[in-house]
Each structure stands twice: as structure tokens, then as C-alpha cells.
């Protein structure tokens, strides 16, 4: 819309005649205390607004520094996701020991904050040729505060096709510790892979669904190194965690190694 002009000169006499003629004495005359702190408040504002001006960038990269503070707050630590083992079963009445250490960053708008490490192990049982129970054992140490947390899992682990795809329902809770974030309870419904790649080496890519007072979302990458495979496997292993409501990922970095004990009276499969 635009602003309606008003005449430089008022010519018509009429005009002038209807213009209100204000007498001199009706003009308040301000004091001189008044006009020095409306100079002064005007020197203030005109100070502010310089300082404002010249400093804008430093002002929105102070912004930019505050808001990523924030959200790696939000994320102070992430539940345990990595999975380091294969499809493969440990076979009836055979056992497993997998010792390992997992370290956990928090990435977001280009940013990489290490936030916990983990210590832990895991144990298998061979139920059947084509059921094994999985228990784990997790002890979460935060990187800032060395707070911790202990975190436990047990559930089924079936073979869907030998060798090749299997499928993991741990359940979990943490307990002992004081780390803002992991549930206390959680579900992991998870389908593990297995690619071998010549006579000493397999792939372990691996999926999962965390659910508990959050939804999570997980994949897996996990490689497999031995020369008898029946007895040990070095597991180093790379993950990425999601939260489908946030911005940014979790990562892991895991290495382990997994054990074989075969019982006298039978022999892993």
C-alpha cells in the first residue's frame, strides 16, 4: 500500500485560514534534564545498534555454538547397539565367550563428540542345532563425568537359514548407574548376516529395532577374521544408530573376539 503524499506548500488561502494557529505559550518547553537523558538515551541506542551491527556474525556464530551445545546435552549417551557376532549358531550343548570394548560418538552438523565407552562380554549356549540363548553383560563408562551404567541382555538367538541369516530378540534393562538415556527396560529384535569371503574372512552386516521409552532404529557392519573359525573370530565391527525424531546419528566402533568350547559328548555344528 502506498503512503499518501503531502504538499511541500499549502497555496489556497482558504487552506491557511483552516489551519489551526497553535499559540507559542501551548508548546511545552522541555527542561534541560529532559533533553540530556533523551540525548543520552539516544546515544545508548545509537551505541547499541553499532555494536549490534559490527558484531552480527560473531553474535549468530555464538547462536550456532549455544544451539550444538544443547543437542549434544540432549544426546548424552545412546543405548548399546552393536551387535559382534555372525548368523552362525554355536551348535547343541556348545558354548561361547565374547569378550569386547566398544567406543560411542554422537555426530551431528559436522560435528563428532565421543561420549561413552563400553567393557563387556557375551555368553552362548547352544539349546539346539537351531536355537542358542545369548546373554550380555555391558558396563557403559561416560567420557565427560565417568559416570556409569550397567546394562544386561538375554534372549533367543534361531537360525532362519544355516549359517547364513539368523534372528535375535534380546531383552534388557540397565541398572547400577546413573547415565541420562538408556532405557530401563528395552526390546532388540534384531536379523544377523553372514557373508564368508574366502577361507579366513566373513561379512556380518546386521539390523535392529530398539524399542523402549524411545524408538531407535540400527544397522551394523561387522567383519570376521580366523584361521579356525570353530575355535575363534576377531570381530571388528562399525555401527550407526538413529532416533527417527532427531537430527544426527550415533556411531560405534567395536572389536571383539568370540570363543569356542565344545563339550566332550558332542561337536559344534
Request: overall charge neutral.
Amino acid at each position: 500500500m502506498k503512503r499518501a503524499s503531502l504538499p511541500n506548500k499549502i497555496t489556497d488561502e482558504n487552506h491557511l485560514k483552516q489551519v489551526p494557529q497553535m499559540d507559542h505559550q501551548q508548546i511545552p518547553d522541555r527542561s534541560p534534564i529532559d533533553r540530556g537523558r533523551l540525548g543520552q538515551a539516544g546515544a545508548r541506542w545509537s551505541k547499541l545498534s553499532g555494536y549490534l551491527e559490527t558484531n552480527y556474525s560473531q553474535i549468530k556464530a555464538l547462536n550456532v555454538l549455544l544451539t550444538a551445545l544443547l543437542a549434544l546435552t540432549v544426546y548424552a549417551c545412546a543405548p548399546v547397539f552393536s551387535s559382534l557376532q555372525s548368523a552362525k549358531l554355536v551348535g547343541k550343548d556348545n558354548f561361547e565367550t565374547a569378550p569386547h570394548f566398544t567406543s560411542t560418538s554422537f555426530n551431528a552438523d559436522n560435528e563428532n563428540d565421543h561420549i561413552q565407552n563400553h567393557f563387556g562380554f557375551q555368553l552362548g549356549y547352544g539349546l539346539s542345532d537351531r536355537i542358542d540363548v545369548i546373554a550380555r553383560y555391558e558396563n557403559i563408562v561416560g567420557t565427560d563425568d565417568n559416570a556409569n551404567a550397567n546394562v544386561f541382555g538375554i534372549g533367543p538367538k534361531v537360525s532362519l537359514i544355516r549359517d547364513r541369516i539368523a534372528a535375535y530378540i534380546p531383552v534388557g534393562f540397565a541398572f547400577g548407574g546413573d547415565i541420562d538415556g538408556i532405557n530401563e527396560f528395552e526390546v532388540q529384535p534384531t536379523v544377523l548376516f553372514t557373508l564368508p569371503v574366502g577361507q579366513f574372512i566373513e561379512i556380518n552386516p546386521s539390523a535392529k529395532g530398539i524399542i523402549g521409552d524411545d524408538f531407535y532404529y540400527a544397522f551394523n557392519l561387522g567383519l570376521g577374521f580366523s584361521t579356525n573359525f570353530k575355535k575363534y573370530v576377531i570381530r571388528p565391527e562399525y555401527g550407526m544408530l538413529f532416533n527417527p525424531e532427531e537430527s544426527g546419528h550415533y556411531g560405534q566402533f567395536s572389536i571383539g573376539t568370540s570363543i569356542y568350547f565344545t563339550r566332550l559328548f558332542s561337536k559344534r555344528k
